[in-house]
């Protein structure tokens, strides 16, 4: 199949060799039929040989555009091809991130979740004031393990949160519209324990505090 295929190859590439071998046969044929003398038919060839030169060179050259021509389509193609996947992929990506963010929006709005907010903006209040250390509803709330557990589970959900924005894990515009009140809020009620808090361990709540700044862009 492959050799049949290139025999038929070679043959249009190479179809003005034949013809002019062909052309020689009947010009010598003719020329002893006609009794021409065999220079008058040397010339003859000569300069049939140099016109079918001149156009198998133009012939080459018609055939290196064509093909010219055919690879850049095919680049042209395979481009256009590219593109479209690039804005399938991101598509998909911008799909997975609105998803994420209603995520986010649905664990807000949970029941179970909604439970916490009264407990902790009311330990939230009794840590109003700077001095954490000398506060005895701290070593309360350090004994309280099942208040303090709701309290972090709060913070985190807001630091969880807050890391997927930063990162553009989730459709920011999204987040921005629904928690931008909601986050600067909480963040402001617990500053003081958050504060407190990074004394010991000042990466805590970080990702929560640039969102918020960002959110007041």
Known sequence: MFKKGFCKQQWKQNWWVIILLIFYILSILSGFSSRIELETVLNLLTILTGLFAIIALVFTALQLREQKNQHKAEMEWQTIQL????????????????????????????????KIFPVV???????????????????????????????????????????????????????????????????????????????????????WDTMNENFKC
């Open 83 to 114: 593109l479209e996947q690039k804005k399938q992929r991101e598509a998909e990506i911008e799909w997975q991130k609105i998803k994420i963010a209603h995520g986010y929006m649905k664990r807000y709005n949970n029941p179970v979740f909604i």
């Open 121 to 207: 903006a009311k330990k939230f209040r009794n840590f109003s004031n700077d001095d954490m250390a000398n506060n005895p509803k701290w070593e309360e709330l350090n004994k309280d393990l099942e208040t303090k557990s709701k309290i972090y589970l709060f913070l985190n959900f807001f630091e969880e949160m807050a890391l997927m924005y930063n990162k553009n894990y989730l459709n920011q515009k999204l987040i921005k519209d629904f928690f931008r009140l909601i986050s600067m809020f909480y963040y402001q009620k617990a500053g003081n324990y958050i504060r407190y808090v990074q004394k010991t361990s000042p990466k805590e709540f970080t990702e």
